[in-house]
């Protein structure tokens, strides 16, 4: 059974679009992402942008959106060191058409990683591109949190450096690949991505960095993970991260960015695996972030 959405802006009700990452489909294409997302009903797309064609083309990416009437809510600009080749080699002139490309799809947001430590150029100038982008267009550049490369990568990735973050009470020594650091907030944006999954590896809280975000808190990766040295990216409910306490406290907080499911499905061995993964995640989206609104404290007047 796929989760249907609730119904949209009913009295006293916050509701939160939930959409889809196209990297949740991988290693199928952007437009699986597309129907995947239309079938299982989430609200909209994330666009990764990457090396497939399809996710570079403004053209290609507006006929999957108007096939499956699904909108593009945001766009992930390719920062990864997979797409490092993706629309050039300049990260600055990268990040622009990123800007670019939400304008002319409709999305309301690009998110974007913190610059790796090699790019000094681009590290210099980054805080500043942002603001200035920001300040010449309705995009929100919404910064995302990272992790440490962690030592106990080389001693496994999976269930035994779980263990030894719990006995550490934390991911132990590792450093950043990124300038100045993993966590934007050292840094400081006005807006931010907060990612679940990203928090695990880095043995972050995500309620604290939430808090440390403030409302600049703009868009949410919802994923899970269980403190592994790789970054795991499991449907929520399934790991160690608090996702409802942290969907709770953003609809206490106000909220009005998007929610958008970033989980790793690439082990899924049928589409009907695939599909109850992102239904799932859809499902607990539903049920965790479009919580009706607290009820008023009564007044003099309704009291009883």
């Not at 999957?64 to 060191?81: E, G, M, T």
């Not at 106990?152 to 590792?174: A, I, N, Q, W, Y």
């Not at 400081?188 to 990203?198: A, K, M, P």
């Not at 399934?238 to 499905?265: K, M, V």
Request: hydrophobic content about 40%.
């Amino acid at each position: 059974m796929h989760a249907e959405p609730l119904p949209r802006g009913g009295p006293g009700a916050q509701q939160i679009l939930v959409g889809l990452s196209t990297a949740s489909v991988y290693p199928q294409n952007t437009e699986a992402a597309f129907r995947y997302a239309a079938e299982i009903g989430y609200d909209g797309i994330e666009l990764m942008v990457w090396a497939e064609p399809a996710s570079q083309s403004i053209a290609t990416v507006q006929a999957y959106s108007r096939k499956y009437d699904v909108p593009v809510l945001a766009i992930h600009a390719p920062c990864l060191l997979i797409s490092q080749r993706v629309w050039g080699s300049d990260p600055v002139a990268k990040l622009e058409r990123s800007v670019r490309t939400a304008e002319a799809l409709g999305a309301g947001t690009v998110v974007v990683h913190p610059p790796f430590r090699w790019q000094r150029r681009y590290a210099q100038g980054f805080a500043d591109q942002v603001a200035e982008l920001e300040e010449h267009s309705h995009v929100i550049v919404a910064v995302e949190n990272m992790f440490p490369m962690r030592a106990d990568t080389l001693f496994g990735r999976g269930t035994g450096s779980v263990r030894r973050l719990e006995r550490r009470g934390g991911p132990g020594p590792g450093l950043t690949a990124f300038s100045p650091s993993y966590d934007p907030t050292d840094t400081g944006f006005r807006h931010y991505t907060l990612d679940l999954s990203h928090t695990a590896t880095a043995g972050a809280d995500p309620l604290a960095l939430a808090a440390r975000m403030g409302h600049g808190l703009a868009h949410l990766h919802l994923a899970d993970g269980r403190g592994a040295a790789h970054d795991e990216h499991l449907v929520p409910g399934e790991g160690t991260q608090p996702c409802a306490e942290l969907c709770a406290a953003l609809i206490r907080s106000g909220f009005a960015g998007h929610a958008i499911a970033e989980i790793n499905t690439q082990n899924a061995r049928t589409t009907p695996d695939r599909t109850g993964m992102l239904d799932r995640t859809l499902a607990f989206a539903r049920q965790h972030l479009n919580a009706p609104a607290p009820a008023p404290a009564p007044t003099h007047a309704n009291r009883v």
